[in-house]
């Protein structure tokens, strides 16, 4: 069956991310037999237009979209993807292709299954794992069997054009299929994204996109805010660590230099990260690691100086907070000892790192705010970089939501599909906007979320200038030298004092939907 796989994604912050997700299902339906066309939106300028011009050369009977992220998950400056999806992809292939069927899956549908349903007018959505799903969904269509049996399926219309109910089985907000979600058992045997056969990899690298590659699935852990454990499981399905570098392998045959990791939580458990770490410095490829997600619980000295024999460049730590209470609010599972356990290890074995804090949780005051800052004063190097976020984006399905709902922060039936924030009511959202700008004009290294918000235009030229430069790494890890010559020149003052200016319009809006 000819098929057209369309990756959805346009964000170029921090880098453009390759459709690891998009390129396994894409090899899992090629390996099943189906002719598979990718369309890859990411750095087209006008998406309407390519995907009435790739319809109109090659009409197909399925036009499966993947949508990563239902909004930038930033407070100061939310921006919501789905209207541009619907809009400029899927009523455009519904004109271009009107025989065609559209289905949608990825971790966005994962997230709020009926409400992207709905929203995106598609006529199927998988929810769960696509590799084992979509290639279900072509098999039964192909055959002209009942597709009611495919796993995680969402059904709203047939072919006559018959308008069904979407299923409900009140299990994570509405919108669950009946028969469960798709889960692959065994991730050892599934699919590799072999992306090199569906984007342009070259491109990616050149705009910072290292390739993505997952050790494991699932999180044991259960932070508050998290939705991780409804999209993977709540338990850890490993890779074999041989199987993980026999990948790298192909990869680098592929051209590729730059590989993160992004599991959930890289270090979780620690006895494989470090197995992975020696299977990685014994076969020793030309390949820079870097990971999105290193937990501070997990971070000991023998583990940093593995990651650094197996050619780990630089990392990002997501404590999330530096305040004992906060953390414990969040339910992060470990204490502020951790975090400055982890700062220690990380700052004497000199590996390069990217902290993210996340303010505005359940108990967060003044004073937690403030505790998190001096920890970054005392313990964060100036070559690295500290990222805060205010406000905590609520997902239906997390236990923050009960917890918002049982405070009367959202109603009852709110099911927090669109930019739905919390913060805590016991802060004073303009004092600590006032500390937060006051402390970046302090420490070059340090910025807010509203920082970050750039066209892509924008960011394409920064990275393209850090490169005729000569500079090395990830975009980010440069960031304290431009912010320091901003500060010289006064150019970030004047950006963070007009940024303040607005801190009472932003405070009006606690959650803003």
């Given at each position: 069956m000819q098929v057209l796989l369309v990756n959805t994604n346009r964000e170029h912050m921090p880098w453009p991310a390759v459709p690891a997700?998009?390129?396994?299902?894409?090899?899992?339906?090629?390996r099943a037999g189906h002719d598979v066309k990718v369309l890859d939106l990411t750095f087209v300028r006008d998406p309407a237009r390519s995907v009435r011009e790739e319809l109109a050369r090659r009409p197909v009977p399925i036009v499966a979209l993947s949508i990563r992220n239902i909004d930038n998950c930033n407070f100061e400056s939310p921006h919501f993807y789905l209207e541009e999806i619907r809009d400029s992809v899927v009523r455009v292939a519904r004109k271009a292709?009107?025989?065609?069927?559209?289905?949608?899956?990825?971790?966005?549908?994962?997230?709020?299954p009926g409400d992207c349903f709905e929203y995106l007018e598609a006529d199927l959505a998988l929810v769960g794992e696509g590799e084992v799903a979509f290639p279900a969904l072509l098999a039964a269509l192909e055959s002209g069997q009942s597709i009611n049996q495919v796993p995680g399926l969402l059904e709203r219309g047939s072919a006559t054009g018959q308008r069904l109910p979407i299923l409900d089985t009140g299990r994570l907000g509405r919108g669950e299929p009946a028969n469960g979600r798709a889960l692959v058992p065994d991730i050892g045997t599934s699919a590799r994204s072999e992306a090199w056969r569906w984007v342009d990899l070259r491109r990616y690298a050149a705009n910072g996109g290292p390739y993505p590659i997952q050790t494991k699935r699932g999180c044991a852990l259960k932070c508050s805010y998290c939705v991780y454990n409804n999209i993977e499981g709540h338990r850890y399905r490993l890779r074999d660590p041989k199987e993980v570098a026999d990948e790298i392998e192909e990869a680098v045959s592929h051209g590729v230099s730059k590989v993160d990791f992004v599991d959930s939580t890289f270090n979780l458990p620690l006895s494989h990260a470090r197995?992975?770490?020696?299977?990685?410095?014994?076969?020793?490829?030309?390949?820079?690691?870097?990971?999105?997600?290193?937990?501070?619980?997990?971070?000991?000295?023998?583990?940093?100086?593995?990651?650094?024999?197996?050619?780990?460049?630089?990392?990002?730590?997501?404590?999330?907070?530096a305040s004992t209470v906060t953390l414990e609010t969040l339910n992060k599972g470990f204490k502020k000892h951790a975090v400055v356990r982890a700062a220690q290890v990380l700052r004497e074995a000199g590996m390069p790192t990217y902290w993210f804090f996340m303010l505005g949780a359940p108990s967060e005051t003044l004073d937690t705010v403030r505790e998190t800052l001096s920890f970054c004063e005392e313990h964060v190097p100036k070559t690295d970089m500290v990222l805060f976020s205010t406000g905590i984006r609520v997902y239906a399905g997390t236990p923050l939501e009960r917890t918002c709902k049982d405070m009367g922060w959202f109603a009852e039936d709110d099911p927090l599909f669109y930019p739905s924030w919390f913060i805590s009511p016991e802060l004073d959202l303009v004092a600590s906007y006032d500390l937060l700008v006051k402390a970046a004009i302090q420490h070059p290294n340090w910025m807010t979320n509203a920082e970050t918000v750039v066209s892509p235009a924008m960011a394409s030229l920064l990275k393209g200038s850090l490169r005729w430069m000569g500079k090395r790494g990830p975009f980010w890890q440069h960031l304290p030298k431009v912010f320091e010559w901003a500060t010289r020149v006064g150019v970030l003052q004047r950006g963070l004092a007009e940024q303040a200016k607005n801190v009472g319009k932003i405070g009006s809006v606690q959650h803003n939907r």
């Open positions: 997700g998009l390129c396994t299902v894409a090899t899992a339906a090629a292709a009107p025989n065609a069927r559209i289905v949608i899956g990825g971790s966005a549908v994962n997230v709020s197995a992975l770490c020696e299977e990685l410095a014994a076969r020793a490829f030309p390949v820079e690691y870097s990971t999105m997600g290193l937990n501070p619980a997990a971070v000991t000295p023998e583990l940093v100086l593995a990651m650094q024999r197996a050619g780990f460049k630089n990392v990002m730590c997501t404590p999330e907070s």
